[in-house]
């Protein structure tokens, strides 16, 4: 064989191996936000919000918060002894809900993050 052929040969078997170190590398690190949920990535810098798209993420390097996006439904109920009291001395039932979401953007994203973490995937962690 030429020299030229077996150059060639080398560079393609190292172009293999690299392809399949990334390969590797981006299916055991890499995270996609889904479209109801995003995440914020913290460690190696300043944090990084994922909103519809992926990040790589190294375990022992980056920390992940998940932030939902979808619209959660909060009820609020006063009844009994926690029952709303009028000025003129009623002790008044009162039920309310409130629908509550994080905004797509990334300064709302952080915010909804630092505030309430990983309570905005849960409805009653987030409730109380």
Known sequence: MSSITVALLVLAVIL???YFVWWVFARLYFVRATA???FVRTGGGKPKVVIGGGAFVLPWWHNITWVSL??????????NRDA???????RVDVGADFYVRVLADEES????????????TDTDALRE
């Open 84 to 90: 709303l009291i009028t000025r003129d001395k009623f």
């Open 109 to 120: 994203v952080l915010k909804a993050a630092q505030s309430l973490g990983t309570r905005t």
């Open 16 to 18: 293999a191996a690299a």
């Open 70 to 79: 979808a619209s959660t439904k909060l009820r609020v109920v006063k009844a």
């Open 36 to 38: 109801d949920r995003a």
